[in-house]
Every structure is written in C-alpha cells, then in structure tokens.
C-alpha cells in the first residue's frame, strides 16, 4: 500500500521528476506527458463523477482506479527486478467493451455528429473524453521511442469511446443530444 508521509519533496525544482524505475527525467519528458495526461482524464472524470449516479457512477469509479493503474504502468518503463511492475490487463480493455456494448445497446443510432453539451454530466464526459484522446496521442508518441504495454493503448483507445457513449446515455439515452448541423451558421 501507498503511504505518502511528506508532499513536498523539492526533487522536481530543478525540472525533473523521478519515474517508478528511479530514474529521473525533465518534466516534459514525453513519458511524463503521457502519464500526465491520463491523470487529467481522470481529474475530469472526477467532475462528471459529480453529476452522475447509479451504474454509470459505479463505471466511473472503477475506471478511475483503472486509470491510476495505467498511470503506474506508463511511469514504470521496465520491469524492476524484486516484483513485478503494475500493469493494465486485457481484462480490463474487455471489461470497457462490455460496457460500451450495453449501454450503447439502449441507444438509437447516430445520423450526425454530437456536439459536447446536454446535461452537466454529458458535458464533462465529453471533457473527460477529448483529455481521454489527447492521452492516447501522448502514448502513441512515447510508443515511437519506447516500449509501452499495448493493453494500456488499448485501455485508454476503449476508454474515450466509452465516455462518449456514456455522455450520449446520461444525455436521456441520446434524446438531449446536441446535434451537429453542418453550415448551419453559414
């Protein structure tokens, strides 16, 4: 278990954080970028969280743990020598498909593009989601340097596409989507 006993560490003043290795890096490394932005999905998913009940609730709890997991799989590049490293499992991609599948299934297709809006909690969900596709274009990037697990991809690839399913279902099953209307401003 995690115990944090100081907050402050003065490590970072110089510009470098330590990743789960040890090994220190510049903030803007493109591994801390990507694990950075994965914790701003979560941050956002903790504001819909505050909009939310029931099922979707419970989804958006798990996912959020699901996202710490990911988190410490992406900070830890290797695996350390005395235990094994944290990792996101296939199991969990599948259980995001799942969900997707079953939520979706009470929605009636799709005949335009959804704009981010409706009901507070529709409106963080796509939040959540953009900062959801912005992590995985993170990943995708340190992927062309460096070794990354594929499920965690995977994950956060599933993930987006399950915010915004759960942003149309909280919007009244999709009846409150905010449609695109093409040229309409014209």
């Known amino acids: 278990m995690v115990q944090l006993t100081r907050i402050y560490t003065k490590g970072g003043d110089k510009g470098s954080t330590s990743l789960g290795s ?13 694990y950075g932005t994965v914790d701003e999905a979560n941050a956002a ?3 819909a969280r505050l909009h ?10 798990r996912i959020q743990n ?7 799989d992406l900070c830890q590049p290797e ?8 990792r996101v499992v296939e199991a969990q991609v599948e259980r995001l498909e799942q969900e997707i599948d079953r939520l979706n299934a009470e929605l009636k297709p799709l005949k335009s ?11 963080y969900l796509h939040l959540a989601r953009t900062i959801a596709r912005r992590a ?3 990943i995708t990037a ?5 070794t990354v697990n594929p499920a965690g991809l995977r994950y956060i690839n599933r993930l987006s596409d399950l915010l915004f399913v759960m942003a149309r279902y909280v919007n009244d099953k999709g009846l409150g989507d905010v449609l695109w209307v093409p040229g309409k401003n014209r």
């Open 22 to 34: 040890g090994k220190r890096v510049k903030k803007h490394d493109q591994r801390v970028a990507a």
């Open 45 to 47: 998913i903790g504001v």
């Open 52 to 61: 939310t009940s029931g099922d979707i609730d419970a989804m958006l709890n």
């Open 66 to 72: 699901d996202l710490f997991d990911l988190g410490a």
């Open 79 to 86: 695996d350390p020598k005395d235990y094994p490293a944290l």
């Open 113 to 123: 593009f959804v704009l981010s809006g409706g009901t507070p909690a529709a409106a």
């Open 136 to 138: 995985e274009r993170d």
């Open 142 to 146: 340190l992927m062309e340097t460096e």
